[in-house]
């Protein structure tokens, strides 16, 4: 099974995500994996990944640093993957690879053979700016995981404002 979960930046998703594995986890009695792919760069960024620690203290989550590849050896879990736009960047902008928009769904897909997997992406696509040709690329590669994952899903999820829109299936 895969669940999205999108929204913009501070909108709730991470905690709606978060939530929707820990129960999936205890009504199956299955082990609970948090993959973080967030590469720290500064002080900014350590201080989101404290807030993440601390949001899932106590919950039950094993965390594997996923900054490159996905582990996809892990089975009869479920696996949070914290964040995809994240992943993206770190295959395209640090990994250098050449399709990573097929690497990452056949990543996913893979991991959602043996697992449930909980998927939080950005939702990046509304602020009507002009990028230059790289961030231009990497918004529409985020574009077309989300329509990917959406499509394989069985849940999908907008947070607004911190409220979930149930896009597809039911929330559990």
Not at 1 to 12: N, R, V, Y
Not at 58 to 69: A, D, K, M
Not at 147 to 168: D, F, N
Request: proline content about 2%.
């Amino acid at each position: 099974m895969i669940c999205l979960f999108s929204g913009g930046s501070g909108s709730g998703k991470s905690e709606l995500a978060e939530r929707c594995a820990v129960r999936l986890a205890q009504k199956k009695g299955a082990p609970l994996y948090y993959f973080a792919t967030m590469r720290v760069w500064d002080e900014e960024g350590e201080r989101r990944v404290q807030k993440h620690r601390t949001q899932r203290e106590g919950r039950g989550f094993v965390t594997v640093e996923s900054p490159s590849r996905l582990r996809t050896d892990i089975k009869g879990s479920v696996v949070l993957l914290e964040c995809l736009s994240n992943r993206l960047a770190n295959a395209l902008f640090g990994d250098g690879e050449k399709n990573p928009v097929s690497l990452i769904e056949g990543e996913i897909l893979s991991l959602s053979r043996e697992n449930d997997v909980v998927v939080v992406t950005n939702e990046v696509f509304s602020d009507g700016q002009e990028y230059e040709k790289e961030t231009a690329e990497y918004i529409r590669m985020l574009g077309r995981l989300n329509c990917l994952l959406a499509q394989a899903a069985q849940l999908v999820v907008e947070s607004v404002y911190g409220i979930p829109v149930v896009h597809k299936g039911e929330l559990l």
